[in-house]
């Protein structure tokens, strides 16, 4: 496929269905495939959410073994198996999002159903950022971002903030938190959470490795 798209890109997974507001408003933005609007990636085990929802997807992802005959019929000309075994179909979907030059990507349906999925979406952030310009995870409750270098984030006071280090050995320093971070390296998910902001931004520095950041809606 050419490399021809430079709108942000949606990936739906099969976790809970967003019910926020916002983020169905995202979802209802994606129709079409061309460069005037959003795109929408479906794994393959969302698809009938989507379609009960009302939207059909650019592409489906996955190994296909989620999908219905009926649908697999249906979207034949937009089907893509991958049958990596040692990939879920959120990484199957990012890696064809990758492949085919969508680099801003916004994942939702991530989270939810199953803590053990859940977790392990949100840590491979850290590795879909690598080849990407920009990777969100968003859930009804807020938004994960992950990060490779000193970054300053829109916020506003009391917004819940937590900080997950990926790579036990990076120092960690934070402006603008009612908890103040300076110089610390986090071995265990549990030690950056419960932080909240002082204002309408803060700046997360780290001096190497990667760090994922939770921010309240």
Known sequence: MEKRFEKNVIILANGEFPKRVELLEKLR??????????????????????????IEPSFIVGDLDSISEENKIKF?????????????????????????????????????????????????????????????????YG????????????????????????TPETLITSEGLAYPIKNRTFHSWWEGTLNRSLGNQFMITINNGKIIIFQGL
Request: glycine share 6%; aromatic share 8%.
């Open 29 to 54: 933005g994606c129709t079409g495939v061309t460069r005037n609007v959003r795109i929408i990636i479906c794994c393959d085990g969302a698809v009938q959410k989507l379609l009960d929802f009302g």
């Open 143 to 166: 938004v994960f971002t992950p990060i490779s270098q000193t970054t300053t984030f829109e916020s506003f006071e009391n917004q819940a903030v937590s900080i997950f280090s990926i």
């Open 76 to 140: 034949a000309d937009i089907l893509i198996l991958d049958q990596d075994e040692e990939t879920n179909d959120l990484t199957k979907a990012v890696k064809f999002c990758i492949k085919n030059g969508f680099d801003t990507l916004e994942i939702l349906g991530a989270t939810g159903c199953r803590e053990d999925h859940a977790l392990g979406n949100i840590s491979l952030l850290a590795n879909y950022m690598d080849d990407l310009t920009s990777v969100k995870m968003f859930t009804d």
